[in-house]
T-cell receptor, first 110, second 111 residues
Framework: NAGVTQTPKFQVLKTGQSMTLQCAQD?????MSWYRQDPGMGLRLIHY???????DQGEVPNGYNVSRSTTEDFPLRLLSAAPSQTSVYFC?????????FGSGTRLTVV | GQQVMQIPQYQHVQEGEDFTTYCNSS?????IQWYKQRPGGHPVFLIQ?????EVKKQKRLTFQFGEAKKNSSLHITATQTTDVGTYFC???????????FGKGTKLSVKP
């Protein structure tokens, strides 16, 4: 079992560029979510999905889009990157034993 | 909205000393989860507490859930350098499956 796989691990974007952070899980979990982690701010929920075809906003959704066409995949799209989106992004899925997090994407927007 | 507060923010200990981090919620929680994140790593699930007054142990780690289910603690006995990292508590958010995370306690251990 690979668990939760995130790509890329590192990314540098210029302001205004768009990109997609990929997330895939092989545990057949219905619930998936995206968090961003900033120093001193903990983990903040961006978007989440309770199953294929269903997504909803979390605490900090502005500037991000998500879709859930399959149970396995939950990509996060940055529409027009801003320096304030410099952060570490974690994807997670959950079954009955807590969240399983991916290894993260460290994004820098210059 | 619901908040999960965690103290202290930082803790520096000498190897062998004990360590405790505390988590408090503004509302009653149906359960509380604890995670550990090593430096440069991702959060890893440690445990979930569900019952009022519940106490669970994992080797040198002791987890408690308060009687009112609004607070929790993680205690590490005789810390080791392998305990270094940030410990997060998390409680259910407003929607099914959501977790609200505390800001974490960063533990450093001096050999």
């Amino acid at each position: 079992n690979a668990g939760v796989t995130q790509t890329p691990k590192f990314q540098v974007l210029k302001t205004g560029q768009s990109m997609t952070l990929q997330c895939a899980q092989d545990m057949n979990h219905e619930y998936m979510s995206w968090y961003r982690q900033d120093p001193g701010m903990g983990l903040r929920l961006i978007h989440y999905s309770v199953g294929a075809g269903i997504t909803d906003q979390g605490e900090v959704p502005n500037g991000y889009n998500v879709s859930r066409s399959t149970t396995e995949d939950f990509p996060l799209r940055l529409l027009s990157a801003a320096p304030s989106q410099t952060s570490v992004y974690f994807c997670a899925s959950t079954g009955t034993d807590g969240y399983t997090f991916g290894s993260g994407t460290r994004l820098t927007v210059v | 909205g619901q908040q999960v507060m965690q103290i202290p923010q930082y803790q520096h200990v000498q190897e062998g000393e004990d360590f405790t981090t505390y988590c408090n919620s503004s509302t009653t929680l149906s359960n509380i989860q604890w995670y550990k994140q090593r430096p440069g790593g991702h959060p890893v699930f440690l445990i979930q507490l569900v019952k009022s007054g519940e106490v669970k142990k994992q080797k040198r780690l002791t987890f408690q859930f308060g009687e009112a289910k609004k607070n929790s603690s993680l205690h590490i006995t005789a810390t080791q350098t392998t305990d270094v990292g940030t410990y997060f508590c998390a409680g259910p958010g407003g929607s099914q499956g959501n977790l609200i995370f505390g800001k974490g306690t960063k533990l450093s251990v001096k050999p």
